[in-house]
Structures are given as structure tokens and as C-alpha cells.
């Protein structure tokens, strides 16, 4: 009977632990996102669910990446916070291994991964305080906007976690709130979600180091070798 109290004591500490963890406010951390659900028409596309995307951020720096296809293409966006003409770009694809340095924002606006979901310019967003929803951890609200052709933004946003200068809000057009989930529709039959799996305070610094081996290269060079398949630049 003792050892079974001292269990369950034990159980109650530990979980109050890790509620109080995801609950605590940060501004330096590593987010995992994953694609949980693909709403198509094409079968081809059910093949991206299970994706996973990640994101990591503290004063200085953002880092957002994603691999598609099994991993045959990888994306890398890195925003520099305190130089806006030092962004980086890594692609790894078709056995290529390409570094876009040095854009600037205006160049970072045609980076598809900047404008999530077609956002583009800053939407109305409105909070529906009823719908709350709990994300690795952390205690969410809906957030919803309206884009042309009648379409939704739906996201649930949670303001405990607060990126400086948040890639991810501006992302989806100057969201109020750092999101957990999101929907993409594209406008064309297909609308992804995006959700959070897991959400970590620390990580190492390094993960903002570019990589040996990538071949540097302006964006017009870029564009000119990939002979207008450029990837939304």
C-alpha cells in the first residue's frame, strides 16, 4: 500500500510538472509540426500526410524546415532578426545542394514558405474565445480570417510562446497569437493542416550554422539554372 501511494504521488509530480513546462511562456524553442490531415481529390497527395515541418527561433534567429517526397527535397528558410538583407535559403534537391544568401525582404516575399496558406498581406483575424483546443501542451484558441473567394484561415494560436519578429504569424498574414494548428486551402481542392507535435524550450544554437557543401549562388543565378521552375521564387 506505501509503494502505491508513493506511486501515485510520484504520478501526480510528474504531471504536474510537464502541464507547467508547456504551460511556461517562452521566447527562445524549437516547435515540431507534422501534416495530419490532406483534403483532395488527388490520391497522390495523400503520400505528404505524416510530413513533418520544423521551426526554431530565439533572439537573433528563425530557421523553418521541411522535407517533401521521403525526404528527396529538403527546404531550409533561415531569417536573420537583426538584418533583414541576410536571409538565407538551403535547398537540397535532385542531388543538389543550393545556398541563396543575402535577400533581402522583398526578395523572402516570393519564398513560398513566407506565405503560407496565400495569406500575402495582413488579414482581420477574429478569436472565438469558445473554441479552445489543447496543442503539446499548450492551451489554444481559434483564430479565423477571411480570404477572397470565400475561402477561411482557421488556426488555433496560443500567446504563451512569442518568437521575436514570429516568421510563422507573418507567414499567415499577421496572425495575433503564435499558431499551433493551421489549415492551408490553396483554393484548389486541397487544404492541408498542419499541427504541432511537440514543443521544446531549448536547443542548440548551432542548428543556425549553414552546412559544407552547398553551392552559393544569387537568386537570379538560381532562377536562370533552374530555367523558370523556381520553386515560387
Excluded at 131 to 138: P, T
Amino acid at each position: 500500500m506505501k509503494l502505491l501511494k508513493i506511486s501515485f504521488f510520484a504520478f501526480l509530480f510528474l504531471a504536474f510538472s510537464t502541464t507547467n513546462f508547456a504551460q511556461k511562456k517562452i521566447s527562445n524553442g524549437h516547435v515540431t509540426y507534422e501534416i495530419t490531415d490532406i483534403k483532395s481529390e488527388m490520391a497522390e497527395l495523400a503520400m505528404l500526410k505524416g510530413t513533418e515541418m520544423e521551426l526554431y527561433f530565439n533572439d537573433g534567429n528563425q530557421k523553418m524546415a521541411i522535407a517533401l517526397m521521403g525526404g528527396l527535397m529538403r527546404i531550409q528558410t533561415i531569417l536573420n532578426n537583426n538584418a533583414k538583407n541576410q536571409n538565407t535559403v538551403l535547398m537540397d534537391m535532385m542531388g543538389k545542394k543550393i545556398q541563396l544568401a543575402g535577400l533581402d525582404e522583398e526578395a523572402m516575399k516570393q519564398n513560398p514558405m513566407m506565405s503560407l496558406g496565400n495569406a500575402g498581406e495582413n488579414l482581420e483575424y477574429k478569436i472565438n474565445k469558445k473554441d479552445k483546443k489543447k496543442i503539446a501542451g499548450y492551451k489554444c484558441r481559434k483564430a479565423t480570417a477571411k480570404l477572397p473567394q470565400g475561402m477561411e484561415m482557421n488556426v488555433y494560436v496560443t500567446k504563451k510562446i512569442q518568437p521575436k519578429n514570429s516568421l510563422m504569424q507573418k507567414a499567415l498574414g499577421g496572425l495575433e497569437g503564435f499558431p499551433l494548428e493551421f489549415t492551408i486551402d490553396t483554393g484548389a481542392g486541397v487544404a492541408v493542416t498542419f499541427a504541432a507535435q511537440e514543443v521544446e524550450g531549448n536547443f542548440d544554437a548551432a542548428t543556425f550554422n549553414i552546412p559544407d557543401g552547398y553551392k552559393k549562388m544569387t537568386l537570379e543565378e538560381f532562377q536562370k539554372e533552374m530555367g523558370g521552375m523556381n520553386l515560387g521564387f
